[in-house]
């Protein structure tokens, strides 16, 4: 009888999955991750309407007509031939990863809601405006560090990173006390 092959610990979690790393990265989905960019798209294109809002104000429409949708949502609405399995491997990605990705999203959603319901009260074009390119700066960061997690950057990187930059700052503020 023959004996199922199981996955190697250290596989990733599509592969743990039964998940073709091939078929993944040909439907640009993350191998190491399971997970897609292409998400990502859904809120840089409200962020981009957001930015032309001050040299296109008809753009306005576009923007309050946007309405949030989950990762899931994202894909089972996609015309993409590869939906399904995006969503697949979503399901199958780590779950900290996934959490950590998720609470980006809900806080992307939030903001882009939060801006749309404003915009809808009546503000003047000039507050819309600086509104508009306020939320759009402040989303940026958001997007590329969701993008670096499905890349694969370790959850706790940012932690990593930000212990680094403190360490840099005490000793410079240490020795410009010693002086």
Partial sequence: MAQATRPHPSAS????????AARLAAS??????????????????AIMVL????TAPDCKEDFLAWQPMSYREH???????????????????????????DEIFDTLNAA??????G???????ETIESLALEVAWRLKPMISRAGA?????????????????????DHE??????T
């Avoid at 640009?28 to 294109?45: Q, R």
């Avoid at 894909?75 to 950590?100: M, T």
């Avoid at 882009?112 to 319901?117: C, E, K, P, V």
């Avoid at 503020?173 to 010693?178: I, N, R």
Wanted: avoid cysteine; proline fraction near 6%.
């Fill in 13 to 20: 979690s599509a592969e743990r999955a039964g998940l073709d």
């Fill in 28 to 45: 640009n989905i993350n191998p190491s991750t399971g997970l897609a960019t292409d998400y990502l798209n859904h809120f840089n294109e």
């Fill in 51 to 54: 930015e032309m809002l001050p």
């Fill in 75 to 101: 894909f089972a609405a996609s015309p993409l031939k590869h939906r399904n399995l995006a969503i697949a491997a979503y399901d199958a990605a780590d779950p900290a990863v996934r959490g950590k990705l």
């Fill in 112 to 117: 882009l809601i939060a801006t749309r319901d």
């Fill in 119 to 125: 915009m809808k009260l009546g503000l003047s074009p």
């Fill in 149 to 169: 997690l499905i890349n694969g950057e370790p959850v706790d990187a940012q932690a990593t990173v930000q212990a680094a930059v403190d360490a840099l700052f």
């Fill in 173 to 178: 503020v240490s020795t410009a006390l010693e």
